[in-house]
């Protein structure tokens, strides 16, 4: 399997699974609650250390007891942790409520620690290691743009960039020329009034991607367009029963790499994806989602 590296983002996800979502100023009884790795970068080289792959994850953990926890459990699902940048200061974490009745969850995240510098990358990584390189925009714009370009000037032709586009931060639209394959969420398509997955291809082009255009969209499944125009839809793989939304997204990007990465078209990229996130949002957490006959 492949050698993937991953640029981006671990937390400490603490999840409050409740019967209904809370109203403002009441008190309320959880009906469980767990504490997990998170973060976009991590959950899905989770799910690509799961589907075979070796993965190495860059990004700054802090030196607290729940910063080693987190270096620990990415140790623990076989994912490398030795080139991330290692800092004081407190792990950032994510308060998840999921809503029992509607499978919703919401999030309130609190970060208390530089992003990654793009140097750090540059003196640790030899890009040339790695079949696949995957980035996740945040709001060290700058940093990243420069870290996808030191990319683009060592790499072979054969390795793949891919850009995560999840949040609106300012300027991010300059990383989508960047990639090879860019994944941009729902929320950011609708933040620039894109209400459909096929206007927001369109839009993408505008924005200046150049090559693969990968928009996954909940219930609707997920649609793709390549550098020749060709569009790709896949419908969505819904289970019986939603039970945790929480890194759906981070596993669709996750399966949508490990079939590129195993030679699959985009067509049948797009549809492993969208089982491999039917499949998570049907169980609690993300174990086991390498079998998915068991969907």
Excluded at 51 to 59: E, K, M, N, R, T
Excluded at 68 to 90: N, P, V, Y
Excluded at 186 to 213: I, T, Y
């Amino acid at each position: 399997m492949a050698k993937i590296l991953g640029v981006g983002n671990a937390t400490l996800d603490i999840i409050n699974r409740v019967d209904g979502y809370p109203v403002e100023d009441s008190e309320n009884k959880a009906l469980s609650q767990r504490m997990a790795l998170g973060g976009n970068t991590a959950n899905t080289l989770n799910v690509l250390s799961q589907l075979g792959h070796q993965c190495q994850f860059v990004g700054v953990l802090a030196y607290d007891a729940f910063g080693r926890a987190l270096r620990e459990a990415l140790s623990d699902l076989g994912i490398g942790t030795s080139h991330c940048f290692a800092t004081r200061g407190q792990t950032p974490t994510s308060y998840i409520t999921l809503n029992e009745q509607s499978g919703s969850r919401t999030i309130v995240h609190y970060r208390d620690l530089p992003e990654l510098h793009s140097q750090h990358f540059i003196d640790e990584i030899q890009v040339r290691d790695y079949a696949w390189l995957h980035l996740q925009a945040r709001a060290n714009v700058g940093d990243v743009e420069t870290i996808a370009q030191h990319i683009q000037n060592d790499r072979l032709e054969t390795q793949v960039i891919s850009i995560e586009i999840e949040k609106p931060h300012q300027d991010v639209e300059r990383l989508i020329p960047l990639a090879d394959v860019v994944f941009f969420s729902k929320d950011f398509a609708r933040h620039h009034q894109q209400n459909s997955p096929e206007a927001m291809l369109d839009f993408s082009r505008v924005l200046g991607a150049k090559h693969l255009v990968v928009c996954p969209w909940g219930t609707r499944g997920a649609w793709a367009e390549n550098s020749e125009g060709q569009r790709f839809h896949s419908p969505a793989f819904p289970p019986r029963q939603v039970i945790d939304t929480v890194g759906a997204g981070d596993t669709y990007n996750g399966g949508f790499i490990d079939a590129q990465c195993r030679g699959l078209d985009v067509q049948q990229s797009l549809e492993q994806a969208c089982r491999l996130a039917g499949k998570k949002v049907g169980q609690e957490g993300f174990e086991h989602l390498n079998d998915l006959e068991a969907q």
